[in-house]
């Protein structure tokens, strides 16, 4: 779905609004008539609020999730600040859906590694709802989550549920481990031995993440033997205005908002400022 003026925001309304951390939250936000966004995983809408701002928001629900979508918000500042603040019932401002998200086509038929880091889980978890969604359709499965410290950690009644699930291999580890801490401990490279034999040439590989973890993991994606063409990165960190003209998310003549925010490592490693 797409409004017809691109620049003009639908009037969406907040169905429910859960904390996952201190600092961040998911929005359940349904259109107007109860449309449906037509999203698929990996792309970004343009969230008003109005009188004070916009800003892009991954979509971290599936398409194949309902009606309605979710968006994660971390609190950083004005606009997403009043976001935090609002309840069921408060309106928002939706444009989009923008940008190329993960080809869940293209991927079907193939085994499957996710890579999150921090809120870089967010938008990864509408592709793994996907991939759940319509499990006979994909190979293996892997997902491989790292965090700052277990209080930082997104979805975590989501995250007990992959533990269990014997239709995924679920890898997990935070940096600064707490006394409490049962798991893994250190950067998120540190699961890649854990992952165990593979067959590169049908496997994929999908990554999101602060921006310094992008080069270490690449790094061991390429030990494992997985072709550039088959690393995904989402680059939707660097996105702004959703229409390819502010020239905010440039990379030399790349668009995050319109050639990405998913690229294949072949279409970046060249492009000094792209990671």
Request: net charge neutral.
């Amino acid at each position: 779905m797409q409004s017809l003026n691109l620049y003009e925001p639908l009037i969406a309304t907040i169905k429910s609004v859960k904390e996952l951390t201190p600092t961040e939250k998911m929005f359940e936000v349904e259109l107007p008539d109860g449309k449906r966004l037509g999203h698929g995983p990996g792309q970004f809408v343009e969230m008003t609020v109005f009188g004070v701002g916009e800003a892009p928001i991954s979509i971290c629900s599936s398409p194949t999730d309902g009606n309605n979508f979710h968006l994660t918000i971390r609190k950083v500042g004005d606009v997403t600040g009043v976001v935090h603040a609002m309840k069921p019932g408060d309106k928002l401002g939706i444009r989009g859906p923008f940008g190329y998200g993960f080809p869940m086509d293209q991927l079907k038929g193939h085994d499957i590694i996710i890579v999150a880091g921090g809120i870089g889980l967010a938008p990864l978890r509408s592709v793994i709802n996907y991939i759940f969604h319509n499990r006979s359709e994909f190979g293996q499965f892997t997902i491989i989550h790292g965090a700052k410290t277990p209080s930082d950690m997104l979805f975590k009644d989501e995250l007990e549920d992959w533990r269990k699930n014997p239709n995924v291999t679920y890898l997990e580890t935070v940096d600064r481990p707490t006394p409490e801490w049962k798991g893994n401990g250190g950067v998120i490279t540190t699961l890649f031995k854990k992952v165990g034999k593979i067959n590169p040439d049908s496997t994929y590989a999908l990554v999101c993440g602060p921006p310094v973890m992008y080069k270490y993991v690449i790094l061991e994606c390429g030990v494992l033997g997985i072709p550039d063409s088959h690393i995904l990165a989402s680059l939707e960190r660097r996105m702004k205005c959703g229409l390819g003209k502010c020239g905010h998310c440039q990379i030399n003549g790349l668009y995050c908002c319109q050639h990405g925010p998913v690229f294949t490592y072949t279409q970046i490693k060249h492009l000094e400022e792209a990671l």
